[in-house]
Antibody, heavy 122, light 102 residues
Framework: EAPLVESGGALVQPGGSLRLSCAVSGFTLDFSWVTWVRQAPGKGLEWVANMKRDGTESHYIDSVKGRFAIFRDNAKNSTFLRMSGLRVEDAAMYFC???????????????WGQGIRVAVSS | EIVLTQSPATLSLSPGDRATLSCRASQSIRGYLAWYQKKVDQSPRLLIFDGSSRATDIPARFSGSGSGTDFTLTISSLEPEDFAVYYCQRGTTFGGGTKLEI
């Protein structure tokens, strides 16, 4: 079984909303930062948002601030990305991943979900 | 904000060749760099962390080196399955990627 499985992707019109889900198995989210990374068609990887393991901190790339919200349900071992005001440029494959945070500010991403596609078009 | 610049953008090699990929940081990041492999329709795969430590189950032909601002990912002898796009990462920043093609 894959350790992270995303769902909730769809085709939406500009201005629309979506909620992506990421179900985690094989490890507990309680001790992990969670992160969403996206890859637009033909582009590279782009970090989108992350949330601290206790949910007290979250951070976003500037282009999604005020429109996206990351949250988590540790009881369900899941993380979610609520997206509103979607733009054409938000169209991408969205991946959830665990951020491994080590002393000294070292951050690495492992493992990763298989990704879920979000399309934004009228 | 740190910027990571990868070169070359595309690297054309053959199975059995040695591949050398570069990642340059806009300021010193000590040894704190990771490398990922990304194939089409697959999720990214962590290869190297802390500049030179191989992740779990990564073959020994993959090695990382460097510190400060200049880092290198070396694949000693390319296998057919190694042709993919490779990204370096530090914190929330990814490099632009190097496409390794046959």
């Amino acid at each position: 079984e894959a350790p992270l499985v995303e769902s909730g992707g769809a085709l939406v019109q500009p201005g629309g909303s979506l909620r992506l889900s990421c179900a985690v198995s094989g490890f507990t989210l309680d001790f992990s930062w969670v992160t969403w990374v996206r890859q637009a068609p033909g582009k590279g990887l782009e970090w989108v948002a992350n949330m601290k393991r206790d949910g007290t901190e979250s951070h976003y790339i500037d282009s999604v601030k005020g429109r996206f919200a990351i949250f988590r349900d540790n009881a369900k071992n899941s993380t979610f990305l609520r997206m509103s005001g979607l733009r054409v440029e938000d169209a991408a494959m969205y991946f959830c991943t665990r951020a491994v945070v080590l002393p000294g500010g070292r951050v690495y991403f492992d493992p990763w979900g298989q990704g879920i596609r979000v399309a934004v078009s009228s | 904000e740190i910027v990571l610049t990868q070169s070359p953008a595309t690297l054309s090699l053959s199975p059995g060749d040695r591949a050398t990929l570069s990642c340059r940081a806009s300021q010193s990041i000590r040894g704190y760099l990771a490398w990922y492999q990304k194939k089409v329709d697959q999720s990214p795969r962590l290869l190297i962390f802390d500049g030179s430590s191989r992740a779990t189950d990564i073959p020994a032909r993959f090695s990382g080196s460097g510190s400060g601002t200049d880092f290198t990912l070396t694949i000693s002898s390319l296998e057919p399955e190694d042709f993919a796009v490779y990204y370096c990462q530090r914190g929330t920043t990814f490099g632009g990627g190097t496409k390794l093609e046959i």
